[in-house]
């Protein structure tokens, strides 16, 4: 059996990598967030511009 101290070291270790991890996954979706709203500026610049937005290309056609 694992003694008191090397459990309570490796539940540290776990609570501690799972923190990282949903801090990770916080930072991760912040940035696909402003990416999105990025993405949907450039359309409505493009659209009110009187031009297309291409969907595949992710570009403002001409």
């Known amino acids: ?19 990282a991890a949903a801090i990770g ?3 991760y979706a912040v940035c696909l967030g402003n990416a999105y709203m990025l993405e949907q500026v450039a359309i409505d610049k493009c659209i009110d ?6 969907h595949e290309k992710r570009t403002c056609d001409v």
């Open 1 to 19: 059996m694992l003694s008191l101290n090397v459990r309570a070291v490796l539940v540290s270790v776990a609570g501690a990598a799972g923190g």
């Open 25 to 27: 996954m916080l930072v």
């Open 49 to 54: 511009s009187g031009r297309a937005w291409n």
